[in-house]
């Protein structure tokens, strides 16, 4: 089998992907990478990632990693792997076999093809919201091993799945792209309806978020998100998620914090003040609604011009565990989710202690009513009463605006 596989782009507002290096699998598993010298004469190129700067020779991943990050967050994640490994049964599992089977319609701004002379890939035929039924039907097939016949096959093509642990596929409408989010069996809640109150929630917070819709399917909710990568023309956006920036700083992931995604904002942000309160408020929003899957990979930065912004938030919803941390340190007490933790760090967003406060007093206003705006948006009695029993909102108003002496 092929050890190269050629790494292409798409430029900003291109229709049409520009071949930028090569990955070359070395002893089965690890990954190289080296730019093509056309790339690094162009005048507008610019470095994938912080850790890739454009220049000769190859790079290799960090110890432990077969794969730079910023190609994993191209590539396929749990759920899209678990759709190749059913419907296609590589021979080979090497990081490069599943970057080359993602297809199309992968995240961000990168592609991927066997040959460096044409950017070979499966058509792209982005399904459209007729099509969600029959998705959500082999969606399911695939989360509980059932026969695939050749209708599901098809639906399963490379390139209509996107990464994450629930099933999810991209739909077209409009002219406008979507992320198709499915319920999943097991569910003991409607997660759907759910994380569309959160992003709803998050909105009035205000806190930069994607368009949202909530359509009913068979009887069963099914979430759509816009997809912030893609232009209504169908240009693309290179991203980077927050794990990707972070290894590029050298930070230890297992010790990563929300002030240190701050303090990248803060070195490669061309709003480098409005992302770190942004980042502010979304650590103190998921402390609050228990959003502890809040981990470095559920933050991105979109390649803007050669800078890095903090792209729009998503995956926030309470998680129903009741774990007693989050995933990212917040403070001075490491990852205990309470106010009085985040404000410890309060200057690495570019925040005073009184901005800091005025924040959380803000974010508390609207966060109190939560009950009200989960049911305005669809959610059931029965799911915010089960809610209610995880979400911190309650107790912690009370202990920050009636501290015991």
Same mark, same amino acid.
């Given at each position: 089998?092929?050890?190269?596989?050629?790494?292409?782009?798409?430029?900003?507002?291109?229709?049409?992907? @520009?071949?930028?290096?090569?990955?070359?699998?070395?002893?089965?598993?690890?990954?190289?990478?080296?730019?093509?010298?056309?790339?690094?004469?162009?005048?507008?190129?610019?470095?994938?990632?912080?850790?890739?700067?454009?220049?000769?020779?190859?790079?290799?991943?960090?110890?432990?990693?077969?794969?730079?990050?910023?190609?994993?967050?191209?590539?396929?994640?749990?759920?899209?792997?678990?759709?190749?490994?059913?419907?296609?049964?590589?021979?080979?599992?090497?990081?490069?076999?599943?970057?080359?089977?993602?297809?199309?319609?992968?995240?961000?701004?990168?592609?991927?093809?066997?040959?460096?002379?044409?950017?070979?890939?499966?058509?792209?035929?982005?399904?459209?919201?007729?099509?969600?039924?029959?998705?959500?039907?082999?969606?399911?097939?695939?989360?509980?091993?059932?026969?695939?016949?050749?209708?599901?096959?098809?639906?399963?093509?490379?390139?209509?799945?996107?990464?994450?642990?629930?099933?999810?596929?991209?739909?077209?409408?409009?002219?406008?792209?979507?992320?198709?989010?499915?319920?999943?069996?097991?569910?003991?809640?409607?997660?759907?309806?759910?994380?569309?109150?959160?992003?709803?929630?998050?909105?009035?917070?205000?806190?930069?978020?994607?368009?949202?819709?909530?359509?009913?399917?068979?009887?069963?909710?099914?979430?759509?998100?816009?997809?912030?990568?893609?232009?209504?023309?169908?240009?693309?956006?290179?991203?980077?998620?927050?794990?990707?920036?972070?290894?590029?700083?050298?930070?230890?992931?297992?010790?990563?914090?929300?002030?240190?995604?701050?303090?990248?904002?803060?070195?490669?942000?061309?709003?480098? @003040?409005?992302?770190?309160?942004?980042?502010?408020?979304?650590?103190?929003?998921?402390?609050?609604?228990?959003?502890?899957?809040?981990?470095?990979?559920?933050?991105?930065?979109?390649?803007?011009?050669?800078?890095?912004?903090?792209?729009?938030?998503?995956?926030?919803?309470?998680?129903?565990?009741?774990?007693?941390?989050?995933?990212?340190?917040?403070?001075?007490?490491?990852?205990?989710?309470?106010?009085?933790?985040?404000?410890?760090?309060?200057?690495?967003?570019?925040?005073?202690?009184?901005?800091?406060?005025?924040?959380?007093?803000?974010?508390?206003?609207?966060?109190?009513?939560?009950?009200?705006?989960?049911?305005?948006?669809?959610?059931?009695?029965?799911?915010?009463?089960?809610?209610?029993?995880?979400?911190?909102?309650?107790?912690?108003?009370?202990?920050?605006?009636?501290?015991?002496?």
């Amino acid at each position: 089998m092929n050890d190269e596989l050629f790494v292409w782009i798409y430029p900003p507002g291109a229709l049409a992907p @520009r071949l930028c290096g090569a990955l070359r699998l070395i002893g089965g598993r690890r990954c190289l990478f080296a730019y093509t010298t056309d790339w690094l004469n162009d005048a507008h190129a610019f470095a994938l990632s912080p850790d890739l700067p454009l220049r000769h020779g190859m790079f290799e991943p960090q110890p432990g990693l077969e794969l730079h990050p910023v190609f994993e967050d191209a590539g396929p994640d749990r759920w899209g792997r678990q759709v190749i490994d059913t419907v296609f049964r590589p021979r080979r599992r090497a990081p490069i076999d599943y970057l080359a089977l993602a297809g199309e319609n992968r995240i961000g701004a990168l592609g991927f093809s066997w040959t460096s002379n044409a950017y070979e890939t499966p058509p792209d035929q982005a399904f459209h919201v007729a099509d969600l039924q029959a998705l959500a039907e082999a969606a399911h097939a695939i989360e509980v091993h059932a026969p695939i016949d050749e209708r599901l096959r098809r639906l399963l093509q490379p390139g209509r799945s996107v990464g994450g642990a629930r099933p999810k596929a991209i739909v077209e409408d409009d002219g406008r792209y979507w992320i198709a989010k499915f319920p999943a069996e097991g569910d003991e809640i409607d997660v759907s309806a759910v994380e569309y109150a959160s992003l709803r929630l998050a909105k009035e917070c205000g806190i930069d978020v994607p368009e949202t819709r909530l359509v009913s399917i068979r009887g069963k909710n099914v979430l759509l998100i816009e997809r912030f990568d893609r232009d209504m023309n169908g240009s693309r956006h290179h991203l980077a998620s927050g794990r990707t920036m972070l290894i590029a700083e050298g930070i230890d992931i297992s010790r990563a914090s929300y002030g240190d995604l701050a303090e990248i904002a803060r070195r490669y942000s061309p709003a480098s @003040r409005a992302d770190s309160r942004q980042l502010f408020q979304r650590m103190v929003f998921n402390v609050l609604m228990e959003n502890t899957d809040d981990h470095e990979k559920n933050h991105a930065f979109l390649n803007r011009d050669g800078k890095w912004k903090l792209s729009p938030a998503y995956d926030l919803q309470p998680q129903l565990q009741a774990i007693g941390y989050q995933q990212l340190i917040v403070g001075d007490d490491a990852q205990t989710p309470t106010i009085a933790n985040a404000l410890s760090h309060a200057g690495r967003f570019m925040l005073t202690q009184a901005e800091a406060r005025d924040e959380v007093n803000r974010l508390l206003d609207v966060l109190t009513l939560w009950p009200a705006s989960f049911e305005a948006s669809g959610v059931s009695g029965r799911d915010i009463d089960l809610c209610r029993r995880f979400v911190l909102v309650e107790r912690e108003r009370e202990d920050w605006r009636n501290p015991k002496n």
